[in-house]
Nanobody, 117 residues
């Protein structure tokens, strides 16, 4: 059974940094494109960043230049380094494979990120 466990969220002041981690189990992690998603209160879940098996990355315009996604296939883990955080980054952050996300599968509990102004 595929499972993702997100961690690293917390409360931070605007301009601060956080590093999120997502540990994957029960899946062929290394071959999948992995994504970080977020859902703010009252809004739909959105893709923040993704990284494919070869390390190529994509970022939403709202986080480009501030967030960095990376992966460690040996540890079945994907990371999201978040710098220069803004109050509008406040959300629950999730990771998933891009394919599973499109199918509505395997969502974990997420990790809460709160940025105070």
């Amino acid at each position: 059974q595929v499972q993702f466990v997100e961690s690293g969220g917390g409360l931070v002041q605007a301009g601060g940094s956080l590093r999120l981690s997502c540990a994957a189990s029960g899946s062929t992690f290394s071959g999948n494109t992995m994504g970080w998603y977020r859902q703010a209160p009252g809004k739909q879940r959105e893709l923040v960043a993704r990284i494919n098996s070869g390390g190529s990355t994509y970022y939403a315009d709202s986080v480009k230049g501030r967030f960095t996604i990376s992966r460690d296939n040996a540890k079945n883990t994907v990371y999201l380094q978040m710098n220069s955080l803004k109050p509008e980054d406040t959300a629950v952050y999730y990771c998933n494979t891009v394919v599973a996300a499109l199918r509505g599968l395997y969502w974990g509990q997420g990790t809460q990120v709160t940025v105070s102004s």
